[in-house]
């Protein structure tokens, strides 16, 4: 989807793994999705050039200016091109600019930092999605790179598994309704920066629009979602150590599916499901019939929940408590017998219930 309307994103396709062992029979670990790099290939397949500062941000609150000493930014703005002839001034430069310039400046030269058309189609096709864990969400899983041939600096998006409503602040129903004139998670100054903007507000809403009767226009996404399934089911039923039951895969379609791992999830929504209420919500917003479900504080300072649902201290601590004596037992299990798969589901659904209760 981010590349059909646009977006520089990796490809990606699906992959029976199998692990040869010498004097073993091959085995089949099972089916995944193998993911494109954003490495020197992609770059150079993207832009026209693989020459310029990549990097790849990690878990914080928002974008901010630190001082010029790129040792303050190294732990969560990962350099992923040449360590050795990385200009990383420029990345310190630009947060200078988002965090500190006057409304003025801002308005006169953002696009002069930022392929704004990009960043937009991104924007618009993220909110759609209700893609929390990346940047307009938890500030997670995003690429930035300065484009030499336009002196410019290019979004790239990263990790989309929690796409379609599978990261959830607030309940799911919630996510379904999450509100498209403020699709960020907390502060995100770049993004209300940019959204403060009339004309570029006008566009990322023409976007939307043009999504919902375009790349992510029900019909379309249906046939599409029926031949990926149609495509991938006989592998899936042929996989071992599967998380998720064959009956769970079919009913990913059209009803609910009980999460596994519950970190920031109580419902998987089916993708059916999640197509048609979500379009059906952003549509009565773009009217103004339905105000959006707005998620204004970060987890990470709320206890791991948006605010309305934060739990009172006596009640963290003590559920922490049971918790971790339950995640010892489950670590001690799996020193115990190390080769049974079903512990280590065990030991990650407490790990996700523990997430709910103290947050990141």
């Known amino acids: 989807l981010m ?9 990606a ?34 832009f026209g050039n693989s020459n310029g500062l990549l990097i790849k941000g990690e878990l914080t609150k928002d974008l901010e200016y630190r001082g010029p000493d790129w040792k303050k930014y190294a732990y969560d703005h990962e350099l992923k091109s040449n360590k050795k002839n990385s200009n990383t001034s420029l990345l310190i430069e ?12 801002f308005v006169a030269e953002i696009d002069q930092y930022l392929n704004m058309d990009k960043f937009l189609a991104y924007l618009a ?27 410019r600096f290019e979004y790239i998006p990263w990790d989309v598994n929690e796409a379609f409503g599978n990261f959830q602040l607030g309940t799911w129903r919630q996510n379904l309704d999450f509100d498209i004139h403020r699709p960020y998670v907390g502060d995100k100054v770049l993004i209300s920066r940019i959204l403060a903007i009339e004309k570029y507000k006008e566009q990322y809403l023409a976007y939307i629009r043009e999504y919902v009767q375009g790349a992510f226009e029900p019909e379309k996404m249906y046939a599409e979602i029926q031949r990926l399934h149609d495509f991938i089911k006989g592998a899936v039923v042929a996989a071992p150590h ?15 599916v009980e999460q596994k791992f519950p970190i920031f999830s109580d419902s998987i929504i089916g993708l059916n499901v999640f197509v048609t209420e979500r379009v059906d919500s952003v549509k009565a917003q773009l009217a103004g019939e339905k105000e959006g479900y707005k998620v204004e504080q970060m987890p990470i300072e709320a206890g791991g929940r948006p605010p309305q649902q934060q739990l009172p201290k006596e ?20 020193q115990a017998n190390p080769a049974d798969p079903e512990l280590y589901l065990q030991k990650g659904s407490v790990i996700g219930e523990l997430l709910q209760v103290t947050g990141p």
Do not use: C
């Open 315 to 334: 009640e963290v601590k003590a559920k922490r408590e049971v918790l971790e004596a339950r995640l010892k037992e489950a670590e001690a299990s799996i």
């Open 242 to 256: 599967k998380v998720f039951s064959d009956d769970e895969f079919a009913e990913s379609l059209d009803g609910m």
């Open 125 to 151: 096709m993220d909110a759609l999605l209700v893609n929390l864990d990346s940047y307009a969400g938890m500030h997670h899983n995003w690429y930035i790179y300065y484009n030499t041939d336009t002196n």
């Open 13 to 46: 396709t699906f992959a029976n793994l199998y692990l040869p062992v010498q004097g073993k029979e091959r085995e089949h670990l099972g089916f995944f999705v193998a993911v494109e790099q954003v490495d020197s290939v992609f770059l150079q397949d993207r």
């Open 94 to 105: 630009f947060l200078k600019f988002v965090t500190e310039v006057s409304d003025d400046q």
């Open 3 to 11: 590349r059909e309307v646009g977006v520089p994103a990796p490809h």
